[in-house]
């Protein structure tokens, strides 16, 4: 990892988060304690900073340098909050179409998706700031530079980001295996948010509930599911079909 991608020491992230840098994650060292990292932890809730608890070694893999036990990651692009996106595409009179990504967990996958959503004309991808794959140099370079392009909006719950969007008047379709329901069957030509969710998981059983329809690609080989991208890409562009 680059070092201007990084910034390493307990006091430096305090500052660096109560100074509104777009940290996307925080490395911790497990069993380091003290009144300093009592610190960074009130300020890491208090800005809702996605963090996690590493072994040493995982952080001496990050830098060379005298990290204290903390190593945090700087986010290339800034995050829209939910209210100010859904906003700004139903006052543009454009017909929405949003992405939403239910913990998907590669850098790479999470690149793929978003050089996808964007030739594909998505007004916003949503993803929770726990559990997601981060924004780093894979992301970046993965999505060809997309992820210049397109909004990102980063939620304490995918499940409230659900009821925010169905209060607005924007259709849910969860992409699962788990339904009857063919993709092709489905009308897609109305204000619509597509669910993706994780490479190894699939959507939580609990998103599944809440959405408003179900649906799948069909699959005729003897493999019986697709790379999460792969699969978005089937998603949105059968989208774009039906709205031209």
């Known amino acids: 990892m680059k070092d201007d991608q990084q910034i390493f ?6 500052e ?3 100074s509104g840098t777009a940290i996307d994650k925080v490395f911790i060292q497990k069993d380091v304690q003290g009144d300093l990292m009592k610190d960074l932890m009130k300020v890491m809730k208090q800005k809702s900073v996605n963090f996690s608890y590493v072994p040493v070694e995982k952080l001496n893999r990050l830098t ?9 990651t700087i986010s290339p692009i800034g995050f829209v909050e939910i209210e100010t996106l859904i906003e700004s595409v139903l006052e543009s009179g ?7 990504l239910d913990q998907l967990s590669d850098a790479r996958n999470f690149g ?7 030739c594909t004309g ?3 991808i949503i993803v929770q700031k726990q559990g997601s794959a981060p924004v780093n140099g894979d992301t970046v ?3 060809a530079g997309a992820v210049f392009n397109i909004p990102i909006c980063k939620v304490d719950h995918i499940k409230d980001a659900i009821f925010h969007l169905q209060a607005s008047g924007i259709k849910t379709i969860a992409a699962t295996e788990k339904t009857d329901q063919n993709i092709y069957d489905l009308s897609l030509n109305e204000p619509l ?21 179900k649906a799948k690609l069909p699959m005729f080989g003897t493999i019986g599911s697709l790379n999460v991208s792969v699969a978005c890409g089937a998603f949105l562009y059968e989208t774009v079909r039906q709205r031209q």
Do not use: C, W, Y
């Open 9 to 14: 020491g307990i006091r430096a992230i305090i």
């Open 16 to 18: 660096a988060i109560q």
């Open 64 to 72: 060379s340098s005298n990290h204290q036990g903390a190593v945090a």
């Open 94 to 100: 454009r017909k929405p179409f949003f992405l939403i």
């Open 112 to 118: 793929a998706i978003i050089r996808t959503a964007e």
């Open 122 to 124: 998505v007004d916003g």
């Open 141 to 143: 370079k993965t999505s």
């Open 193 to 213: 948010a597509i669910i993706m969710g994780s490479e190894d998981r699939g959507i939580n059983p609990s998103v599944l509930k809440i959405v408003d329809e």
